[in-house]
């Protein structure tokens, strides 16, 4: 109970002490690993607090204290990272966030030291980052459209190609997989498939724009319906010129073309 009161005045410190004392206070094994992975979450918000103000000393003992309480609590993972990297320390931030990329898949993970290498113009270390982070990626699919986006930006056409495609099975029909399989086969020289992808976004985006407005409360719909479903109107939906005009139909295959999600 006391927890609660010192958790809405965020004396984190207090918390985790209080937490600390709980655990030791519990033998159930399953309630004792439930109130730990708690106690990783308050280390956190007591780390947050303290970085904050500017206050290192300790810091990253405390850090290394939360992960031993979760390992799985990615969070601290991040931070540890963060915190190597703002002591001049990359090359640790690199491995932390590593192994923290290869257990959990998160993509922030990918994105940090990617920020590393471009710091310094090291394209290549760039390129094997994302080329390593495939033998993971069925964890998290998305990781292949992004990872196929970057490897597509340094010049690697061939593997953007191969990359992006895994993801059909995940993202066939998506305006992000259209859109990375797009560039990539526009960059590739595959110009007739790009064609066929610019076609079919054009045609998907003209069946979602709205051609029908209420005229009791002017609510749009794609296709034609007997009553309007927002104010209950029988007969009411009538279709709308208007509307076609504000879609502006002239830009739909250019907006693929250019770049742009449609």
Same mark, same amino acid.
């Given at each position: 109970e006391s927890n609660k009161i010192l958790i809405q005045l965020k004396e984190w410190k207090l918390v985790v002490e209080n937490q600390k004392r709980l655990i030791a206070l519990t033998y159930e094994s399953e309630e004792k690993h439930k109130e730990s992975k708690e106690l990783a979450r308050y280390v956190y918000e007591a780390i947050l607090l303290q970085w904050s103000r500017d206050e290192m000393n300790d810091l990253?003992? /405390?850090?290394k204290e939360g992960i031993s309480y979760d390992e799985t609590f990615m969070p601290l993972h991040l931070i540890l990272g963060e915190y190597y990297e703002r002591n001049g320390k990359g090359k640790k931030a690199l491995k932390v966030w590593w192994r923290a990329y290869v257990e959990s898949a998160q993509v922030i993970f990918l994105k940090k030291m990617e920020e590393i290498h471009r710091s310094t113009n090291d394209t290549e270390k760039v390129y094997a980052l994302y080329y390593d982070a495939l033998g993971y990626a069925d964890k998290n699919p998305i990781i292949y459209l992004i990872a196929g986006k970057v490897v597509m930006e340094l010049g690697k056409q061939g593997l953007a190609v191969r990359t992006i495609e895994k993801t059909k099975r995940h993202f066939h029909g998506t305006k992000a997989y259209n859109l990375a399989l797009f560039e990539t086969y526009r960059n590739s020289g595959k110009i007739a498939e790009a064609e066929e992808i610019s076609l079919n976004a054009a045609k998907e985006a003209w069946n979602n724009i709205p051609k029908y407005r209420c005229t009791a409360c002017s609510a749009t719909y794609d296709e034609w319906q007997v009553r309007c479903t927002s104010c209950n109107s029988l007969d009411t939906l009538r279709f709308s010129t208007s509307l076609l005009s504000e879609s502006s139909p002239e830009s739909l295959?250019?907006?693929? /073309?250019?770049?742009?999600?449609i």
């Open positions: 990253e003992h /405390l850090i295959p250019q907006a693929t /073309l250019s770049g742009e999600v």
